[in-house]
C-alpha cells in the first residue's frame, strides 16, 4: 500500500510551525511515522488514541480526526497490567497533546497533517470556531483530487 502523507500548506503557518519551532525534529518524525503508522498499524512508542472530532456535531462530516502523542512532559497514562492486544493499548494511550489530521476522500491513502495541539489540547478541542476552521482544511484536503 502506497501512503502519503503531507503538511497541510493552508494550516501549517498557524498550527504546525509553532509547535515545529519548539521541537526541531518533530516534523520529519510525525511525516515519517505518521506513514509507517498506516502502511503497517504499528504503533510508534509516542503514538496513542486515534479517533474522529465529534463536535461540534457539524464538523463530524469533515473527516477531522486526532492521534493522541506523548510529546515532552505529557506522557501516556500509565497501562493496566496484563495482556493486551494492540487496539487496546491503542486506545488506553491518552494524554493531553494531539496531532490533528485528514484522511483523503477521493485517495483514501493519503493524510493530511493539520495542527499539533500541545496542553491544553482537549480544552483547545472544545473551541468549536477553531474546530471549524481545522474542519474546514480537513474537508478542502479530503476533497482534492
Not at 58 to 75: F, P, V
Request: proline share 4%; charged share 25%; with cysteine.
Amino acid at each position: 500500500m502506497h501512503v502519503t502523507v503531507e503538511c497541510n500548506r493552508d494550516s501549517y503557518d498557524y498550527y504546525l510551525a509553532p509547535v515545529f519551532v519548539k521541537f526541531p525534529t518533530l516534523e520529519a518524525a510525525l511525516l515519517e511515522d505518521f506513514k509507517f503508522y498506516k502502511e503497517t498499524g504499528k504503533l510508534p512508542d509516542y503514538f496513542g488514541r486515534d479517533t474522529a472530532y465529534e463536535r461540534p456535531d457539524d464538523i463530524q462530516d469533515s473527516g477531522l480526526w486526532h492521534i493522541h502523542l506523548s510529546l515532552d512532559n505529557d506522557k501516556f497514562k500509565a497501562q493496566a497490567s496484563g495482556k493486551q492486544d494492540q487496539k487496546t493499548i491503542q486506545w488506553n494511550r491518552t494524554s493531553d497533546t494531539a496531532l490533528v489530521y485528514a484522511r483523503g476522500l477521493l485517495d483514501e491513502n493519503s493524510y493530511s497533517l493539520i495542527a499539533v495541539f500541545t496542553p491544553p489540547a482537549h480544552s483547545k478541542a472544545q473551541n468549536y470556531e477553531r474546530m471549524r476552521i481545522l474542519a474546514e482544511y480537513a474537508r478542502t484536503f479530503s476533497h482534492r483530487i
